[in-house]
């Protein structure tokens, strides 16, 4: 199966910046997109950027001009530009990947990288 860790997670002061990265690896097949959440302490896991495989992104309204979801050339690693910072960013964020193979279609998720936002 696919394997997805997650890096880059830190202490970081209202603010601030920090960037996520997400490397895939096992047996990719045809990735349709990948994308980040997170969840924050007490709250449901909630939506936070996705970029398809044509390059196309969306992006939650609360982090809007504020964060930047990005991929290599392999499509294999995602990453997260995260400026500006607030506690409310704070929490767990996750990566993830749909992934199409043969007429199948497969979500698969990391471990999380913990971000807290905080003086």
């Known amino acids: 199966q696919v394997q997805l860790v997650e890096s880059g997670g830190d202490l970081v002061q209202p603010g601030g910046s920090l960037r996520l990265s997400c490397a895939a690896s096992?047996?990719?097949?045809?990735?349709?997109?990948m994308g980040w959440y997170r969840q924050a302490p007490g709250k449901q896991r909630e939506f936070v950027a996705t970029i398809t495989s044509g390059g196309s992104t969306n992006y939650a309204d609360s982090v809007k001009g504020r964060f930047t979801i990005s991929r290599d050339n392999a499509k294999t690693t995602v990453y997260l530009q995260m400026n500006s910072l607030k506690p409310e960013d704070t929490a767990v964020y996750y990566c993830n990947t749909i992934q199409v193979s043969g007429l199948k279609m497969n979500t698969y998720w990391g471990q999380g990288t913990q971000v807290t936002v905080s003086s």
């Open positions: 096992g047996s990719i097949a045809s990735v349709y997109a």
